[in-house]
């Protein structure tokens, strides 16, 4: 997810990582263009008052940066002066900065987060939270390949328990993979949002939730008690004598040195060839990106960021990596839930040829965000560059692309995994000497149009 943008320190990750150096302004300058400030705040202020009959901004304290913003200064001096009930400034406020983002900024990825989100993703970012400890997403039962439909959560856009964290309380409890949440305290779930729900089953360590879940035809309550959650990036296991499985499911501050050990130890294990899991991987920060690209990348460029009137940012490889070595083979495996950070390290390997990419194209995001805190507790998230390839490919809008793509019928049972069975199956010929397939393209060459990018995105599934 960032950068001109240092990544935060592992002990207070901070995503409040971008401050643009204020430009040098003489005194003199500076204090025209204040007192011009000033004439344009009266005039602009006198013009609104006059033509209101008196009672526009009178009062209001509303202070114009630019002309354009009168309007605003006059609509709030008429809604705190005319509204029938008294307003809050406190809301007034959250509502003009998120029209600001959603109607002023053409950017998806540019927003506001009220403080309970911002608190929320800032645990998401550290790798700790508290709450029961489980994976939750949103999933389409009528058309599961179509989530971008499901903004809220209905009869066919359900709340889906992924998977419950081991030893975590949502474990001890008896939640399962696939258990419907259909209520949370006793109110139903239909008609909110993911990220609501979510607010509603974290919550203070100690504390309790009730989850009302639907399993196959039956519906129970499960009462659990929060706990602090310490979230357990990298899953791995060996599939054989010699190859080792990998699945990483974010790129937070603690997920690079997770994924090192995790990798050294199946290469102690005897692994030879490793399949590297990226599926519904919705990114992080782009340092802990460079670091994990870099475990099979021994130098060269890993990427490039590029910002409106900067010097290009090149990111290297750390020379640090622990299976570099061009006879340990590895599989990527990609989905349209693959997404910024995740598409940084696929299409890296791809670039060099360090990896086979399998499965479908990724979702196609190369911008950076740096996050910034507000004095209300709020934050907002900024796009402030683009990212490319090692080549100079832009993953936007098409996504990385499969040397070995997979089609996943929606009618495929959840036990199976056509994607890992491609990659088993790929693997073992080519440890029997079979081909490699023809490489394609890792994203569509691009050049730079100015913007911003990625250093944290939502995710198909959400830790709670």
């Not at 990750?13 to 500076?30: E, F, L, T």
């Not at 509603?200 to 100690?206: D, E, F, I, L, N």
Request: charged share 20%.
């Amino acid at each position: 997810m960032n950068e001109s943008v240092p990544t935060p320190p592992a002990a207070a990750p901070d995503p409040v990582q971008v401050h643009a150096p204020p430009r040098r302004i003489s005194p003199v300058a500076w204090l025209l263009s204040i007192a011009l400030a000033a004439v344009l705040g009266a005039l602009l202020f006198g013009g609104g008052y006059l033509a209101a009959g008196g009672s526009a901004t009178s009062g209001s304290g509303c202070s114009a940066p630019t002309a354009a913003f009168a309007a605003f200064c006059e609509a709030y001096g008429r809604l705190k002066q005319e509204y029938v009930d008294k307003l809050s400034d406190d809301k007034l406020s959250e509502g003009a900065i998120r029209g600001m983002f959603q109607y002023g900024v053409a950017d998806p990825y540019s927003s506001y987060m009220p403080p309970a989100d911002y608190q929320r993703a800032l645990g998401d970012l550290s790798g700790k939270f508290s709450g029961i400890g489980a994976e939750m997403a949103v999933k389409n039962l009528a058309n599961p390949g179509k989530l971008d439909v499901c903004t809220e959560l209905s009869d066919n856009c359900v709340f889906v328990v992924v998977a419950p964290i081991a030893g975590t309380p949502a474990e001890k409890a008896g939640l399962k993979a696939g258990d419907l949440v259909v209520a949370i305290d006793g109110k139903s779930v239909k008609g909110s949002t993911i990220e609501e729900e979510i607010a509603k089953v974290r919550g203070p360590a100690g504390t309790k939730v009730t989850l009302t879940i639907k399993r196959g035809d039956k519906q129970m309550d499960l009462a659990i008690t929060r706990s602090e959650i310490t979230i357990q990036e990298v899953e791995s296991r060996m599939l054989s004598a010699k190859v080792g499985y990998m699945k990483l499911n974010g790129f937070s501050d603690a997920s690079a040195a997770q994924f090192r050990t995790a990798l050294k130890g199946l290469l102690d294990k005897g692994a030879q060839q490793i399949v590297f899991d990226l599926r519904n991987n919705p990114g992080g920060y782009i340092e802990s990106a460079r670091q994990i690209a870099s475990q099979f990348i021994d130098k060269g460029v890993i990427f490039t960021q590029e910002s409106s009137g900067e010097p290009t940012k090149t990111w290297e490889a750390t020379g640090d990596g622990v299976a570099t070595s061009k006879a340990i083979e590895v599989a990527v495996l990609v989905n349209s839930g693959s997404a910024s950070a995740s598409e940084i390290v696929s299409a890296a390997l791809k670039d060099y040829g360090r990896a086979t990419i399998i499965g479908e194209h990724t979702f196609g995001k190369n911008t950076v965000q740096v996050w910034s805190k507000l004095g209300n507790n709020g934050g907002v998230r900024i796009t402030i560059s683009r990212w490319f390839t090692p080549k100079h490919h832009s993953v936007a809008p098409g996504g990385v692309l499969p040397d070995l793509p997979v089609a996943v019928p929606p009618t495929t049972p959840p036990e199976q995994d056509l994607v890992l069975e491609k990659a088993i199956t790929f693997l073992a010929s080519r440890a029997i000497g079979g081909g490699a397939p023809s490489a394609t393209p890792s994203g569509s060459p691009s050049a730079f149009v100015g913007g911003g990018a990625v250093a944290w995105a939502p995710s198909a599934g959400r830790a709670v």
